[in-house]
């Protein structure tokens, strides 16, 4: 939602609709679905959700939330328009990118009305679980990007980003937090069953899985592994040129992808910003050491089938 709307004017109306919707309850409750907690509103279209059928040239940006979606959406974008950044502010990320799954309280549009009124070639962003992502998209053999994050950090942004989310639960304390995260009661389910997931599966499924860290350490690097898997073939030049468009810094200051195009009812930047720090292992700045052992305890059995090479710290 928000930048269908080009004017002030325009956007003005388009506040006045959202707040009407306001009187609403913000804060949508969590329901389980198939053991995955989801806002409620999304539990209710379920059956539409499922049975969405994308074209085979539909592309899915599958990520838990919070670990570099807009990101890897900013550089797919430039990667499709060969690095043209006007061409990328046409609209607003979640214009450009339908949010399969998101529901709202009418009127609010939900993912499934924008991606009926457009047509594909689509880049979709699901933060959806692999076991919940429609059928259709492995039938159509639909190219699958996920990123994945380190436990820690995509904790902390996560709790940063409940914070100024009036669509999500209340975080909550800090330490209740933490452990709400580790059981997976929060809104998408559990971290550690996502990223297993769409690790075990990324062969046989020609799934791209990428690490935020790895993003953050050698973008060039990460940028050429996207353009070969979409492919794709662009210059240096424009490799270099996305690299930079996309850094945290100018990502923040991108009015088309900072997410200040989401009204302040919804995304309370004041609180927390969006684009908060973009880093990596500002959870050091959160978790207490004794925080930090229970963690880490508990990460190693959740963790225990499998080897994914994540790293906490660059
Ligand atoms: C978003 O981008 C605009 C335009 O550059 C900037 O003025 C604003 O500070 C940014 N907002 C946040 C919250 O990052």
Known sequence: IGSKCKTEEEFLSYKEVINRAAGIAWRFPLIEMQGVPLRNYIVQKWSNISAFCPDPSDMLIATYPKAGTTWT??????????????????????????????QYPPPIPSGLDLLKNMKPPRVIKTHLPIQLVPKGFWENKCKVIYVARNAKDNLVSYYHFDRMNQAQPQPGPWEEYIQKFMRGKVAWGSWYDHVKDYWKEREKRNILYLFFEDLKKDPRREVERIMRYMDLSVTDDVIDKIVQLTSFKNMRDNPMANYTFIPKIMFDHSISPFMRRGEVGDWTNHFTPAQSQMFDEDYARQMADVDIPFCTSI
């Open 73 to 102: 959406q900013e550089i797919v974008d430039l990667l499709l328009h060969n690095g043209d950044e006007e061409a990328c502010k046409r609209a607003s990320t979640s214009d450009r990118f339908p949010f399969l799954e998101i």
